[in-house]
């Protein structure tokens, strides 16, 4: 079992930055693949970001977002610069064994979420 704790949301304005956290209670974090995924309300769960090794984004995000990892806290990253009011969403974070993928099926693991509102 994973558990997965996001923190680091907010309000902040357009333009602005935030970085998202990702705490995992896991022994073996570095097998995971991780990902951050986001909610709009009334829309449905979209990838924004994967980390295993190599790193993916969606092109909505990249150049502005940045994923990381540190596997000695267990911890993911999103950095999120150049923030726009379209990136009003829940930021989840997942988590999966093997490689990473764009689609929320693909993830054993999830957190709470963490809400993430830029103001025009």
């Known amino acids: 079992q994973v558990r997965l704790v996001e923190s680091g949301g907010g309000l902040v304005q357009a333009g602005g930055s935030l970085r998202l956290s990702c705490a995992a209670s896991?022994?073996?974090?570095?097998?995971?693949?991780m990902g951050w995924f986001r909610q709009a309300p009334g829309k449905e769960r979209e990838f924004v970001a994967g980390i295993r090794g190599v790193t993916n984004f969606a092109d909505s995000v990249k150049g502005r977002f940045t994923i990381s990892r540190d596997n000695a806290k267990n911890t993911v990253y999103l950095q999120m610069n150049n923030l726009k009011p379209e990136d009003t969403a829940v930021y989840y974070c997942?988590?999966?064994?093997?490689?990473?993928?764009?689609?929320?099926?693909?993830?054993?693991?999830w957190g709470q979420g963490t809400q993430v509102t830029v103001s025009s």
């Open positions: 896991v022994r073996t974090f570095n097998i995971y693949a």
């Open positions: 997942a988590a999966r064994g093997g490689l990473v993928v764009a689609t929320p099926s693909g993830y054993d693991y």
